[in-house]
């Protein structure tokens, strides 16, 4: 997993694969990881049209920046305060997600176009571009990987060529959403530490990722906080404070004659807040924020960190689980156009 920063969403993504043995590309998709949705091609001609054709969803920095890119005169240290982060989660109510193809794993051998040639088609692509070589192309591929045509390239004689290509198709599309979220990330630090570069919660978050088996996540409040899925699409929340969160929190609930108990929870970081609308942190009635607070844990990093891993719905939650495809669902409906 990739680990200097967290993307601000991921989801499980399309591999397109290109080559024109048709032999090639049945055997190897038996032994592919069944959890990777992906899409054959004999032709690269017509896999370039698909690429051209298919709607990929505006960059997540056009989506949360595009108000502030077009206005030269906003000065940087806004653009934390008016980043439009519910932008990124409600991608989640998008049955189109997981089409988005992310990942190329071409031939370099092929009739035509071969697969440097391609790869040198999609130069301003975000798509991560794996090529498949003979032992003879290895110095073409070399060259191609320092030019920046591929981003990688495997020898297709490997005998252990299948585990490397799900591998680094896994990497790949780390790579991709991260790519997507740089300007974001970087946007959020300005101000404060971001716990999105810092390595002790990327260790937790890595931690939380694999032992709940989450497969889609989305940033939801530039603390950090994320809304996570798994392949069924059971929803959970990750909410992360830090300490200057946290005594802006108390400040406020000091001047709202809050009680006593809500003050003493929030200065001591034994619960935190989590608003999912921010009507709620304005209009919030002070007597009822326990329904806003969760049993914290800290965490050092670069700063102090408070979370709460929450597994069931918390009930200010704007989420419509009935309005989100699952994962596991989109691959059921594949498997069912496959076999008519």
Avoid at 192 to 214: G, M, R, V
Avoid at 318 to 323: C, L, R, Y
Wanted: hydrophobic letters at 35%.
């Amino acid at each position: 997993m990739i680990k200097n920063y967290i993307s601000t969403c991921y989801f499980p993504s399309t591999v397109m694969f290109i080559d024109d043995s048709r032999d090639f590309l049945l055997n190897f998709t038996l032994q592919l990881d069944p959890n990777i949705a992906y899409k054959l091609y004999h032709s690269p001609y017509d896999a370039l049209e698909a690429i051209h054709a298919a709607h990929q969803p505006e960059y997540l920095d056009h989506r949360c920046l595009t108000e502030y890119l077009d206005t030269s005169s906003c000065p940087v240290n806004n653009y934390t305060i008016n980043l439009d982060l519910a932008s990124i989660h409600w991608e989640v109510y998008n049955p189109q997600r997981f089409s988005e193809v992310s990942v190329v794993c071409i031939d370099y051998a092929m009739p035509g176009m071969n697969g440097l040639d391609f790869c040198k088609k999609m130069a301003n692509s975000p798509i991560k571009r794996i090529l498949l070589t003979g032992k003879a192309d290895e110095k073409l591929a070399v060259q191609a990987f320092n030019e920046g045509i591929i981003d990688i390239y495997l020898q297709k004689q490997d005998p252990d060529v299948t585990n490397r290509i799900n591998e680094a198709i896994k990497n790949m599309q780390q790579r991709y959403f991260q790519s997507m979220s740089d300007i974001i990330v970087r946007m959020l630090s300005i101000n404060s530490p971001s716990c999105l570069q810092d390595a002790n919660f990327i260790e937790l978050f890595n931690k939380i990722i694999t032992e709940n088996h989450i497969v889609e996540y989305y940033l939801t409040e530039s603390s950090g906080s994320y809304l996570m899925l798994d392949i069924d699409g059971n929803l959970s929340f990750l909410i992360v404070k830090n300490r200057q969160d946290l005594k802006l929190y108390y400040e406020m609930a000091l001047d709202n004659k809050a009680p006593q108990k809500v003050l003493d929870e929030l200065k001591s970081g034994e619960k935190i807040p989590y608003f999912w609308h921010p009507s709620d942190y304005y209009q919030n009635n002070w007597e009822n924020w326990h329904n806003y607070l969760y049993p914290a844990i800290q965490l050092n990093g670069n700063t102090d960190y408070y979370y709460a891993y929450i597994k069931d719905k918390p009930p200010n939650a704007g989420i419509q689980p009935n309005k989100i495809l699952s994962y596991n669902n989109y691959l059921e409906r594949l498997d069912e156009m496959a076999e008519e």
